[in-house]
């Protein structure tokens, strides 16, 4: 069965600075990853996707992420964060040889401090 | 075009009560999955609809159930609700294919049961 895993519950990162979220995940056919951000009281946004091609794709927002087949990650970058970055952020995996249903990860905190 | 749209934003209901949750997904878009957000569980698959069928179900009871209209507007009712029902009830859409990617997200309805 697929599954996301997101090893940090909570990410604090002072503005300016480079911000990682980690995502790592399994599944049994192709997988197509995605990030999703989601603000108080709002549904979740959608960020970037990795479908195929690239390792590393740009999304909104100024938000990167880098596909890792060995390594099983999708790790989720921004150069640098700014104070509205404060989130939760989601990955997702969508397994294009099971049942194409897609699972999330836990979430993860950001926090950016001014 | 204009988002998904959910209905209501708010719901209080009393244990063993029934409710109904609407959706409506961007228009063109013919899928529309659910999932139930809690604080303990994250983001757990309900279930999904294409073009009036239903496509996947999540591992939820029979009192969890969702039909979808003609117009790809769907509606997911659960009944005999009890305390652990609270929840973010989340709809989103995908495009007019079986393959599109990215899903849209409406805000959600949160429901409290009591």
């Known amino acids: 069965a697929q599954s996301v895993a997101q090893p940090e519950d909570q990410v604090n990162v002072a503005e300016g600075n480079p911000l990682t979220v980690k995502c790592t995940y399994s599944?049994?056919?192709?997988?197509?990853l995605f990030w999703y951000v989601q603000y108080p009281n709002r549904g979740l946004q959608f960020l970037l996707k990795?479908?195929?091609?690239?390792?590393l794709v740009k999304g909104s927002y100024g938000f990167e992420a880098e596909f890792n087949k060995s390594q099983t990650s999708f790790h989720l970058k921004k150069p640098s964060a700014l104070v509205s970055d404060s989130a939760l952020y989601f990955c997702?995996?969508?397994?294009?040889?099971?049942?194409?249903?897609?699972?999330f990860g836990p979430g993860t905190r950001l926090s950016v401090l001014p | 075009k204009a988002g998904v749209t959910q209905t209501p934003r708010y719901l209080i209901k009393t244990r063993g009560q029934q409710v109904t949750l609407s959706c409506s997904p961007i228009?063109?878009?013919?899928?529309v999955s659910w999932y139930q957000q809690t604080p303990g569980q994250g983001l757990q698959f309900l279930f999904e609809?294409?073009?009036?069928?239903?496509?996947n179900k999540g591992n939820f009871p029979g009192r969890f159930s969702g039909r979808q209209f003609s117009n790809s507007r769907s509606e997911m009712n659960v009944s005999t609700l009890e305390l652990g029902d609270s929840a973010l009830y989340l709809c989103?859409?995908?495009?007019?294919?079986?393959?599109?990617?990215?899903?849209?997200f409406g805000p959600g309805t949160r429901l409290t049961v009591t």
């Open positions: 989103a859409s995908r495009g007019d294919t079986l393959s599109s990617y990215e899903q849209y």
């Open positions: 599944v049994s056919g192709n997988p197509y």
């Open positions: 990795y479908i195929t091609g690239d390792n």
């Open positions: 997702a995996v969508r397994d294009m040889g099971g049942g194409q249903n897609f699972v």
């Open positions: 228009s063109g878009h013919r899928s």
């Open positions: 609809y294409f073009s009036e069928t239903q496509r």
